[in-house]
Every structure is written in C-alpha cells, then in structure tokens.
C-alpha cells in the first residue's frame, strides 16, 4: 500500500524566512503533484513534477523531486502572509495516470 | 471558464436519509474522482471513473455508498442510509489527461445529525 507522509505537519513561521516542506512516498512513482488549500476551501494545484530532478518554480514557491529518494521538497523563500495554507503532496502510482494518494497536509502559518 | 462544479455546497441531513452528491467534471475531461476529506483521516479516495466507466471504488463503503456516471456531463455520489460518521468534505475532481494535475470541485460539506 502506498503511504505519503509529509513533515512538518504543522509549521509556523515569519515573514522573509525560508523554510521547506518534505513529502516521502514508499513506491515508486515518478509523478508528484503539490495543492495549496486555504481553509474552508478547495485544494488549488501548484505544481506538477513528472521526472526526477524535475524542478518547478512559481514566486516564492518551489518545488522538486527525487524519484530515487522517493522524495519531494516544497521549499518557501521569504514567506509573506499570503502563504498561509494548508499544502498537500500526492503522488500517483497508475500507469494509466491521475489516481492521487494524498500526504497529510502541512498546515503553513506566516506570522507578520 | 473550466471548472468542475458541484451541487450543493452544504448539505444538511438527519441520519438515515438518502443523500446524494453531484460533479460537472470539465467538458473533455473523461476521468472523474470522488474523494472526502476529514480531519481524522485527511484526503481519502472513493471511487473513480474513467470514460463513464467505474474503475476503482474500493474506498467507498459497499452497504451505503455508491457511485456512477450517467453522462460524461454528471457523476454522482450516493450515500443511503447516511450516518454521522459521513459527515464530511467530499470532492469530485477531473484531470484534463494522464500526467496532468487533477481540477478540483468546491466540494460538498455534508453533515449528518
């Protein structure tokens, strides 16, 4: 069975740090997608690796993989505000594509 | 504008009725997702669909729930007798092809009193 665990699970910090949010996954799969979801709402895509090494980048988000490590980093650069979310990894594992198993969700706070 | 749309968006309901949920997955879109969202146990898959046909519904209880696709332009969700323990989130989602991320509805926020 396909786990996804994501760390931290919960992460608080200030406006302008960096920080990275990891997401492992125990099969291999070489496609990992990352959703952003604000509370009370619904889960937004943010990025969608396919290979490894792929590497995506939007504003102060980024994200990679690493198939041969099963492991996929988000990381932050001088967060602001806005960026409190909760970030979810999923990774698929269907040869035929899109069948999503989700990690736990980080819940990200941005403090002024 | 593409979206996946869902109906309703909040739905109240005493336990023991029937419930049902309903997506628009994006025209083009041949794959549909149900999944339900809870604090307990996060994002689960019910069931999905792929050109109308059921492919997966193992995560979905068998004795109360059920899933179809009428048309490529609704899916449903159905759960009958609901229980509290179906209150819930649940989403439908579409990707537009294999390899691409999955568009997600607004949900439906259910709750079983």
């Known amino acids: 069975e396909l786990k996804v665990e994501q760390n931290p699970l919960f992460l608080s910090m200030q406006e302008g740090k960096n920080y990275t949010i990891y997401c492992n996954y125990s099969t291999t799969s070489d496609r990992l997608y990352w959703y952003r979801q604000d509370p009370g709402k619904s889960l937004e895509s943010l990025f969608v690796l396919l290979s490894n090494g792929a590497v995506k980048q939007e504003g102060r988000l980024m994200a990679s993989l690493d198939t041969k490590a099963r492991l996929s980093t988000l990381h932050i650069t001088a967060a602001v505000h806005d960026l409190s979310a909760t970030y979810f990894c999923?990774?698929?594992?269907?040869?035929?594509?899109?069948?999503?198993?989700f990690g736990e969700g980080t819940q990200l706070t941005v403090n002024p | 504008d593409a979206r996946v749309t869902q109906t309703p968006r909040h739905k109240v309901t005493e336990m023991g009725q029937e419930v049902t949920m309903r997506c628009q997955p994006i025209l083009g879109h041949n794959t549909v997702f149900w999944y339900r969202q809870t604090m307990m146990q996060g994002l689960e898959l019910l069931a999905y669909?792929?050109?109308?046909?059921?492919?997966?519904d193992s995560g979905m209880p068998k004795d109360r729930f059920s899933a179809e696709m009428p048309d490529a332009t609704l899916a449903t969700l159905k759960i009958q007798p609901s229980e509290p323990r179906d209150s819930a989130v649940y989403f439908c989602?579409?990707?537009?092809?294999?390899?691409?991320?999955?568009?997600f509805g607004q949900g439906t926020r259910l709750t079983v009193v």
């Open positions: 669909f792929r050109n109308r046909a059921p492919l997966d």
């Open positions: 989602a579409s990707p537009r092809t294999e390899n691409t991320e999955a568009f």
């Open positions: 999923a990774v698929d594992v269907e040869t035929s594509g899109s069948r999503l198993t």
